[in-house]
């Protein structure tokens, strides 16, 4: 049997790293040559979860002393435990298999420094966290302990090589999992009560924008682009929530579109906004790869994305949608009615890459791999 670790420092349920390991754990609890252990600050299960789930809730005292003391936290942890294999979803140099499901920092800055001020590109170069992670992603990339990463994009396997010196065997892409039983085109059925829940009319042309973090997701992009449009019936669902968000209302009545901007925060279920919506919009500034990409594939929708998402790789291999820059509000405003009729045309093949036996199958032969090569 292999002992298996799993460390997430925090549980968020609209989190793509959390829904990434609820799905693995709740695929790979039926097999009996695991035994899973999640080291977390704070893990929602219960009695019955098929893994044992490990307290690591170090006190915080800033931004820094958080991500730090939660790791030191973890290695004491692994130390008095004799796990076969450590995979860690938090920068810690020394687990035996990383998940990039965050992409690389590095990238992420360059990305964020495209939309800053200069003296706010200066201070990023200088901030304590940013010096604090960026050297502690590169000791766990360069630790000798690490056996390999799960790259979640080809993107992101790009960017390690990039800026690491690492041999690319370790780097194994392992597409997230998607449940098609629960995702696919059969959203429709939600279309008319939830257009008519938002006042949406039937025939108007809906985007649909679903993640936290607005200014990393690339919201005020699909904003601009809204402001451009000749479409003066068009509708925007965002789903998410960000601590800005009363910045991004504010834009909306100042270009007065705000009754067709539709903000209605985390959701559980998010199925019958897929079903609502025409067009996933998600020009992300970086974006390693989203399970929000993945859903609305299998719901039929056709996608913009940017670039510098791990997305875009789906678009390139024939999914209906657009690739664009994460700034390029001009040619996302161009674009949306082309794709409306797209809605329901699937790529050939590409829903047998995003299955959960896919994922399942990918990760245990690389847990067996890395089992037999102790």
Request: net charge positive.
């Amino acid at each position: 049997m292999i002992k298996l670790a799993i460390i997430r420092q925090q549980y968020r349920p609209d989190g793509g790293a959390e829904r990434f390991v609820s799905r693995a754990l709740e695929l790979l609890s039926q097999r009996s040559e695991l035994d899973v252990s999640i080291v977390s600050r704070q893990w929602l299960s219960d009695a019955s979860s098929p893994f044992h789930s490990i307290s690591c809730n170090p006190p915080k005292r800033g931004r820094i002393s958080k991500e730090r003391d939660f790791n030191q936290k973890a290695l004491q942890i692994l130390a008095e435990n004799n796990f076969d294999i450590v995979q860690s979803h938090e920068r810690i140099p020394g687990c035996t298999l990383y998940r990039a499901g965050d992409g690389v920092h590095r990238e992420w800055l360059n990305q964020r420094a495209r939309i800053l001020s200069p003296l706010a590109r200066w201070w990023q170069e200088r901030d304590p966290y940013h010096r604090y992670v960026l050297n502690t992603e590169r000791e766990m990339f360069t630790h000798p302990e690490l056996r390999a990463v799960i790259c979640n994009s080809q993107m992101v396997k790009n960017d390690i090589l990039r800026h690491f010196d690492i041999d690319p065997a370790k780097l194994h892409v392992i597409y997230n999992g998607v449940d098609t039983s629960i995702f696919n085109p059969n959203v429709t059925s939600f279309r008319v009560e939830y257009r008519q829940r938002f006042g949406i009319p039937a025939e108007a042309p809906c985007l649909l924008f679903v993640g936290s973090g607005f200014l990393r997701k690339g919201l005020m992009c699909v904003l601009r682009a809204m402001a451009e449009s000749p479409r003066k019936d068009l509708h925007l669902i965002v789903v998410g929530r960000d601590k800005q968000q009363r910045q991004y209302q504010h834009f909306c009545e100042k270009h007065r579109f705000a009754n067709r901007i539709h903000f209605v925060g985390v959701q559980k279920d998010v199925r019958p906004y897929y079903g609502a919506a025409d067009v996933l919009v998600h020009p992300a500034l970086y974006d390693p790869f989203p399970n929000v990409i993945w859903e609305a594939l299998a719901c039929g929708l056709p996608i913009i994305t940017s670039s510098s998402c791990g997305g875009a790789e789906l678009i390139e291999h024939g999914a209906p949608g657009l690739v664009i820059d994460a700034l390029d509000h001009k040619a996302l405003s161009l674009h949306f009615e082309p794709l409306r009729e797209a809605r329901e045309r699937q790529a050939p093949n590409l829903i047998d890459h995003i299955s959960d036996t896919s994922l399942e199958q990918c990760l245990l032969q690389l847990y067996r791999n890395i089992a037999n090569h102790a």
